[in-house]
């Protein structure tokens, strides 16, 4: 055993750690920070797999803004109970689904009667004619509008899979808008009176704010050409909303407001209007042109931010009657 | 290609700003501008089609210009533009019902139902995999919103199907990682090129098999079905059962026939095939046994599916380019007969003011519209000629009853197609029971009833293009 698989195999074993804590902790606020801390080390794997992009992506939404969420769930859930007599449906379907799978499985390999080993022969007759995909990254960087190939990637190569993401997003606040249907408008001046938070909490909320707008700027910046881009940096605006909205610092917002919903859509419209005007004006869906591709991308991903930030902060802190219509 | 574009884009568009528009637009309006997006998308769609009747071979784009690999792969061929037809065209029938219906709809359907057709079009044009996870994940967020429209009695339903959804998406994208190891490409073209019958493969395709078939509700993984597209308002339950399971039978379509290697094909193919004949009867008695006009409906689905799955099964198993044009005939009139269904059961239970079937007493005399409806797409389940479903079945059973040793197979078909009839004439004879008459609450509404209508009167006009839409079908065949 070398020195060098000794973090790796450090934080391997941290992670199964983290995740059997997660399901099995006695109580729910264990649990929620177990995993807290399950987010972070799958943060700290992305990093030493040499992935800082999804080391950012997931501290910042898996952990971060996750846990938020589960805090905040767990305090409008009512007391814990001791056990759940009655199995819920979705566990017996998972379970047979289970079954299934296994069963097919279990069919499926036991037909296979040259059973080779799945790592033997990978890439040996598959990359031989054509280049492998990071090759051809590589080699198209140049027309690309920008220089890191993560962002290149998701911006241009693959550009209408971010579109699309960006619709995922989207549907998740309105499905979740869903669920608060006419809040009556009266109670809103109840809701809207903040618990007594700490002083402490509220110089810290007031420190870390700027900070954080500063990072995600950076980040959305630096997003051109090294780690960073739309959804870190969305991810950090969102977090320094999540804080000063906790903290009472910063007033709800109400979906009756043409600049809150202009705000949560305005990333997906932009993407998709550039997408018609090369459809219409350009080349084709998509395809920018290379003097203009660097400066698209970084409007587009502008607007993506201020999407991608206000959509989370919505979907981790928004009240009832920030949301209903 | 680019009118398939215009025809993605608009409802894309359209939902954007119609959730933009927010509470400004009251539903009325909204409702128009969903159907003029809609109807646009259609047109769009028509002239897809019709370039492809005319060249009658696959156009493939790279979006961005980037060279095959790197880029997205969008594929237009006559299946794909066929499907993107029969969305728009379910989307306008469905979007005037709702408009114009009594019953109505809020107003947040009208971005969904926007969403959902995009996604829908997004879907049927993709021939990446990775990029089908994504347009998969918009599809099932898609319906589980619209399931919770219902209100609070549809929140666990639409919690369970959003819980089971998400894991069937995970399953999904962990056999796509596995893929994308093994080949380092996504791209379902040039994967048909590469992929060989290997453990990793296997267990790949398994995994995607098993995550794509809870989606779409195949048996035995259907569970979920009739809670969440009973419980769903009445237009979005004709539009899931009609739509949305059909866009996981496409990715498991592609899946089987394109990516895996033949042999692979050929071993899995009569496990779908038998698990499609014991859908069509188990979900076809579960449909009997239903109390409830709209879980009857539901459990129907559950067995029609099972059509598409054995067709599925036996093309693959043979190898038999006639079974593709079966399932995707099957695909199109289970929809339109389907939404006639939903439509009309809902209709039903608005006027009479009971979910029970047996609260149809004497329907042919109080909601006489709803009552045909119900009754003509019934009889296109169970595939009375010369309605779409008799056009599906026929050309399935051709193969199977030319060869003797194919008879088991067609015997499950007829089987299913007992099953059918019993559950379709078991509401059929209780409506014409008029001496215990179950009286209406309200004055029922006719145009809503007529426009449940609509979709069955499509599915029966099916026959008269059925020549057309067999050698569209025929000629798109990979």
Known sequence: MTFELMPDIILSTLLLLMAWGALYAPTRHDAMALFVAFGLVVALIWARLGAPDLALAEAAIGAGLTGVLLLQAARLLPAESASTEHRPLWFRSSLLFLLVTTAMFASMILNNNSLQLAGSGISANVTADSASLPEMVAAAMGDSGVGHPVTAVLLNFRAWDTLLELLVLLLALTGVRQLYPGVNRNQQAVANTIEQTWPLLLAWARFLAPLLVLTGGYLLWRGADGAGGAFQAGAMLAAAAVILRLTGLLPGLSWSSLLLRLAVNIGALVFLSVALATLMFGDGWLVYPVQWAGALIVAIEVFATLSIAVTLSLLVVGEPEELSA | ?478
């Open chain 2, 1 to 478: 290609m680019t009118y398939a574009l215009v025809s993605l884009s608009v409802p894309l568009f359209c939902a954007l700003l119609l959730t933009l528009a927010g509470p400004k637009l009251d539903s009325r309006h909204a409702g128009q501008i969903a159907i003029v997006c809609s109807a646009l998308s259609l047109v769009a769609a028509w002239f897809a089609l019709m370039q492809m009747a005319e060249l009658n071979q696959t156009i493939l784009l790279e979006l961005g210009g980037w060279e095959s690999g790197l880029a997205i792969r969008l594929r237009l061929n006559p299946l794909s533009s066929l499907l993107l037809l029969f969305t728009a065209f379910m989307h306008v029938l469905i979007g005037v019902y709702a408009a114009f219906s009594r019953q109505g709809v809020s107003r947040d359907f009208w971005p969904l139902s926007s969403f959902l057709h995009g996604s829908l079009a997004a879907l049927w044009l993709s021939a990446d995999l990775f990029n089908l996870y994504i347009t998969l994940e918009l599809l099932g967020l898609t319906a589980v919103a619209m399931v919770a429209l219902a209100g609070k009695k549809a929140y666990k339903p639409a919690a369970n199907y959003l819980i089971l959804s998400l894991v069937a998406s995970l399953f999904y994208l962990l056999g796509v990682a596995l893929i994308y190891g093994r080949y380092g490409s996504l791209d379902v073209v040039l994967l048909s090129l590469q992929t060989q019958s290997d453990l990793l493969t296997r267990i790949a395709l398994l995994i995607m098999t098993a995550g794509l078939m809870l989606k779409a509700a195949l048996w035995p993984l259907h569970l979920w079905l009739p809670a969440a597209h009973a419980n769903a308002p009445t237009a979005v339950s004709a539009l899931l059962s009609g739509l949305v399971v059909k866009g996981p039978l496409f990715i498991l379509f592609l899946l089987w026939s394109e990516v895996a290697p033949v042999d692979l094909a050929q071993q899995i193919g009569p496990v779908l095939a038998i698990a499609g004949m014991i859908a069509l009867v188990a979900g076809g008695l579960s449909a009997m046994r239903s109390p409830y006009i709209k879980t009857l409906v539901a459990y129907s689905t559950v067995a029609q599916l099972g059509y598409a799955m054995m067709a599925l099964g036996l093309l693959l198993t043979w190898q038999l380019p006639q079974m593709h044009v079966a399932l995707w005939l099957f695909v199109i009139a289970h929809g339109l007969a389907k939404a006639t269904l939903f439509l009309a059961a809902g209709e039903m239970q608005a006027t009479l003011g009971t979910k029970r079937i047996s609260g149809l007493r004497g329907a042919t005399q109080t909601v006489p519209v709803a009552m045909f409806a119900f009754a003509v797409a019934g009889g296109s389940l169970i595939g009375l000629p010369p309605s779409g479903g008799f056009l599906a079945k026929w050309v399935l059973l051709q193969p199977l009853l030319s060869e003797p040793q194919n008879w088991p197979w067609a015997f499950g078909v007829l089987l299913g197609t007992l099953v059918s009839a019993a559950y379709i004439f078991r509401v059929v004879a209780i409506s014409f029971d008029r001496a215990r008459i179950n009286p209406p609450d309200i004055r029922p509404d006719r145009v809503g009833h007529w426009l449940a209508l609509l979709p069955a009167l499509m599915v029966w006009g099916m026959a008269l293009t059925g020549d057309w839409l067999i050698q569209l079908l025929a000629g798109s065949s990979v």
